[in-house]
Each structure stands twice: as structure tokens, then as C-alpha cells.
T-cell receptor, first 114, second 114 residues
Framework: AQTVTQSQPEMSVQEAETVTLSCTYD???????LFWYKQPPSRQMILVIR??????QNATENRFSVNFQKAAKSFSLKISDSQLGDAAMYFC???????????FGTGTRLKVLA | DSGVTQTPKHLITATGQRVTLRCSPR?????VYWYQQSLDQGLQFLIQ???????AKGNILERFSAQQFPDLHSELNLSSLELGDSALYFC?????????????FGEGSRLTVL
């Protein structure tokens, strides 16, 4: 079964510091996509970053980057220079190429301390 | 603003009742997805429509049904409501059924069943 696991229900980080959120997934597929979504208190789900499994290079979007370890089935999100606006629930998600179903983890609540 | 519109934003009803949640996808998006997010849970995939046709079905109860209309808006019908149906229901859209792009989420409809 395809599953996505986020083992950290809650994380805290000091403003301007760096934090890493963990995500592991289980799949037998070789071609898939991984995503990190952010859900602030407004409830809106916002895409943070995306990684194609066939790409070896880790994706980066400004202060957000991933550490994609395909063999280990790990997809962690690093947030650098954390800002108060980064406080939110972060969901890791997975989708097999050519399918329509996205599988989400249970989320990690990130608190940013001033 | 993702461009995906969901109504109503909040809904309180009683057990045994029936409700309809409505979603208008982003202009040009043909795919509509419905997700359920229970308290402190990840997103559970319910169903997906592409250009009016059902394309994928997840853990959707038989008491729930959905459809996508010719103008591409979608409705999720929840009947014989139970306390456990209380959740945040998200609609998301994407431009086509096989792209690698992101899902664009609405702000969700929060359903409370008393």
C-alpha cells in the first residue's frame, strides 16, 4: 500500500533559524511526484515545493529546499531563515505519475518562536 | 487566492440530514478533487472528476456522492449525516488529469454535525 508518514506531529523553531520536517513514504513505483503543502490558520492549502522522482537534484524554492533520498524513500523539507509567517501545518504528499490520486501524510504543525 | 471557490464556508446541521457542498474550479481546470480532513488528520481522498466524468474514487462512503456539471463546477452530497462526518471538506482543481502540476485548493467547507 502506498503510504506517507510524517513522524513529527509538532515542531518549533526560533525565528531566523533553520528547521527540517521529515517525511517518508512507501511505494513500489519508480515514477512519482512528491509535494510539500502548507496549511496556515486560514486553512488554505498552498504548494510549497514539488519534486519529481526521476530528478536527482533536490528542488529549491527560495528559503525552502528538500532532501530527496529515493532509495531511502525520504523527502524532508528544510526551511531556512524561518519567519513568523511560516507557522502552519505542513503536509507531505505523494502522487504516482499518470494517476489522479494524491496521498497526504498526517501533517506536522510548525511553530515559529519570536 | 487559488481561484477555487467553495461554498458554504461553514455549515452546521443535525444527524440524519443531507447537505450539498459546492465547488467552482479555477478557470480552465478540468479536474476536480474532493478531500476530507477530519480533526488533526491528513487529507483523505474522496473522489475525482475530469470534465464531467468520474475518474478516480477513494475512501468515499456510499452515503456520499458527487458530480461535475457541464460548466465544470462540482457538488459533493452528504446524506444521512453522522457525527463522524464532521470535518473540513476541500475541493481542489488541476488543469488536466495527467499533468505533474499542483493541486489548487479552495478554502474548504467546514461541516459540523450535531
Amino acid at each position: 500500500a502506498q503510504t506517507v508518514t510524517q513522524s513529527q506531529p509538532e515542531m518549533s523553531v526560533q525565528e531566523a533559524e533553520t528547521v527540517t520536517l521529515s517525511c517518508t513514504y512507501d511505494t513500489s513505483e519508480s515514477d512519482y511526484y512528491l509535494f510539500w503543502y502548507k496549511q496556515p490558520p486560514s486553512r488554505q492549502m498552498i504548494l510549497v515545493i514539488r519534486q519529481e522522482a526521476y530528478k536527482q537534484q533536490n528542488a529549491t524554492e527560495n528559503r525552502f529546499s528538500v532532501n530527496f533520498q529515493k532509495a531511502a524513500k525520504s523527502f524532508s523539507l528544510k526551511i531556512s531563515d524561518s519567519q513568523l509567517g511560516d507557522a502552519a501545518m505542513y503536509f507531505c504528499a505523494y502522487r504516482v505519475s499518470g494517476t489522479y490520486k494524491y496521498i497526504f501524510g498526517t501533517g506536522t504543525r510548525l511553530k515559529v518562536l519570536a | 487566492d487559488s481561484g477555487v471557490t467553495q461554498t458554504p464556508k461553514h455549515l452546521i446541521t443535525a444527524t440524519g440530514q443531507r447537505v450539498t457542498l459546492r465547488c467552482s474550479p479555477r478557470s480552465g481546470d478540468l479536474s476536480v478533487y474532493w478531500y476530507q480532513q477530519s480533526l488533526d488528520q491528513g487529507l483523505q481522498f474522496l473522489i475525482q472528476y475530469y470534465n464531467g466524468e468520474e475518474r478516480a474514487k477513494g475512501n468515499i462512503l456510499e452515503r456520499f456522492s458527487a458530480q461535475q456539471f457541464p460548466d465544470l463546477h462540482s457538488e459533493l452530497n452528504l446524506s444521512s449525516l453522522e457525527l463522524g462526518d464532521s470535518a473540513l471538506y476541500f475541493c481542489a482543481s488541476s488543469v488536466d488529469r495527467s499533468n505533474t502540476g499542483e493541486l489548487f485548493f479552495g478554502e474548504g467547507s467546514r461541516l459540523t454535525v450535531l
